[in-house]
């Protein structure tokens, strides 16, 4: 969820690793890539290629179908954390 | 060729064809590359080989690197992983007991020990052979694309509604099936024995005290001994049963059922074709009359014992409630 938030806006890896790192979430990249792999198969999100900084660099951006799952897990971890608020406040 | 060369390569060769191996490698050599330019802006100076050497260890083993972009990263994942081993234990349990069964009973007809040693090494080795046939055939089946959401291998069709009642049918403990086995399967032999070649020293010491009282027994013995071996060996293959399935408790029980009725016959049959020692007159014959009525008083207790848990069984199915376990 946390890469589907971050990949609103277009990305490639390495920046990507540093962005979530920044946020706090640190991901490794023998997690991150095979991650970004599989979400691409299930049509959530693109790559392409491009030269930046004379290096060639995949960039990846969200896809409508990944915009749609990333709002349905949003909901779903706000209904989650407002349960387990209830929960822990009556405990 | 540099280090990160060199590296890339290893990874390349350990993605399967399949994969956009080029593509893989391309995007990791980047990421490691910005790694090291990272690292080099802020010392303010180039790295060294040892620094470069740690990054790349850092990122991890080629093989485990590319292990991570393949689909299916286990041998045997959690799915089959249950019917993997009951397939395995139930397939070994089955041919080591046919291998160990054949052995001794070949050994003691053709009255050459050797051969049940050799059933020992052929079981062994059999135990080698089910371990990796059965291995193989699960991985393929965890590779195999999945036929409407069920690998090949696990039951999709169970009824949750033919599932057993709670405690109707409770699992026998395996030490209990597994000494009921090794005692009748001991008991198996000693009959088979008793019958010719006496190897066995029970054996010989009966044929030398009836040797000795200058007695012999009479075929009236023939249909008690053919009813024992056959109760005894029903018994045994039960509990071979019951030992790989602890849940058939009802089959156990039947079988302990079928097993004393069928020596029951087999002794009233021999009461009645008395007299069973001779000479015929003396208190050998009396001992035997003794023996064959205490061992049908017992049977009989034996068999009640079983039809009983059999139909408390059947009752507490039928009710739904649970029961304790009939008997060890």
Redesign the interface.
Known sequence: MAVLSQLRSER???TL?KALQEAGLDID???L??LL?RLETQGLLRSE?REENK????FYRLLPAGEQIFEQLSDELRRINASLDRIIAEA | MTMLDRYLYAVQSSLSKDQAAGDIVAEIGDDLQSQMEEREVALGRALTDDERAALIKAYGHPRVVAARYSSVQHLIGPELLPFYWSTLRLVATIVVAIELIGGAVSSLVSHNGALFFGALAAAWNSLIWIFGIVTVVFALSERVPQRDGHHFGTPSRWDPRRLPAPGACPPAPRSSTLAEFIANFIALLVLLDAAGPHHIPLDILLANALADMHATLTPAWHAAYIGTVAGTALVAISAIAVFVQPHLTALRETARALAGAVVIVGIAFTLQAGPWVQPADGALNAGALYALVAALVILGIQVTMSVRALLRNAINQAAGTPQEIPRA
């Open positions: 490639y890896g390495y690793r990249e023998g997690t890539y095979p792999r290629w290096r060639r660099k995949r």
